[in-house]
């Protein structure tokens, strides 16, 4: 049985400090490209350059190099139940860092102070709300200094004023630190306000890499139809089912 590619010729260039948004419906492909541009799926074809290094031919201490370099706030936060918010975020610095203790509290305290999380510091994720605990996961993901972050569905399980925040806070962050940023998500109306551009994958090709105003107005059928159904309502009419 031959098997089906999930991603066809997809050519994605996003500029340092740049912020996009990568849309597509369920099964359209967009969490394989992330997993792909991550080094964490490797292509059949194909090349995925950051800062001009072909992630899939590297290894050992460049591929670590690399790696180090990319920050991720998971969907659902991906805080470790176990660990206190301070210790959530102390942890990735003494695994990778030779920072002494005292700078590494400076950090973690200079961190959760950009997300207004410093009160919190000794709570543990379940005592956190939803909201709260997006905002310790991105002084999680801030804490390494990373140069880019990918935000995997930001605002999901939030309430509209709280993915707001959230979308506004993770706006003055990149004016802030200048990290590029890719956003994967389907609620776009918010998130065309903080980004530069915006591609959308359908059936595993990208079918569109635009200004969001450009997007808004496409002609181009399939984006025409994921705008209206986004506003509309759900996405089935384009989703490719798998």
């Known amino acids: 049985m ?24 369920s099964g359209a492909g967009k969490s394989v490209l992330l997993r792909t541009i ?38 659902n936060g991906a805080l470790f139940d176990s660990m206190s918010v301070y210790e959530n975020l102390a942890f990735p610095l003494r695994e990778k860092t030779s920072l002494s203790r005292g700078e590494i509290e400076d950090r973690v305290f200079e961190h959760l102070a950009r997300v207004e999380m410093q009160d919190a510091a000794e709570k543990y994720p379940s005592e956190l709300s939803g909201g709260m605990q997006k905002r310790a996961a991105l002084a999680r993901t801030l804490v390494s200094s990373p140069e880019v972050i990918f935000f995997d569905e930001p605002t999901t399980g939030l309430d509209p004023l709280i993915g707001n925040s959230i979308l506004r806070l993770i706006f003055n962050l990149h004016r802030e630190y200048g990290f590029t940023a890719v956003i994967v998500t389907h609620s776009f109306q918010k998130v065309f306000q903080i980004v530069h551009k915006v591609a959308m994958v359908h059936n595993g090709e990208l079918v569109a890499y635009t ?18 159904e986004a506003l509309e309502g759900p996405l089935e009419a384009i989703s490719d089912g798998s």
């Open 211 to 228: 200004t969001p105003e450009e997007f808004m107005d496409s002609e181009i059928p399939v984006v025409e139809t994921f705008v209206k």
């Open 2 to 25: 031959a098997e089906e590619p999930v991603l066809k010729g997809v050519d994605l260039s996003v500029e340092e400090g740049e912020m996009i948004a990568l849309l597509g419906a």
């Open 38 to 75: 991550t080094g964490l799926i490797y292509p059949d074809a194909g090349e995925v350059l950051i800062n001009g290094k072909n992630v899939h031919n590297l290894r050992g201490k460049e591929l670590a190099e690399v790696r180090n370099s990319i920050g991720m706030l998971f969907q």
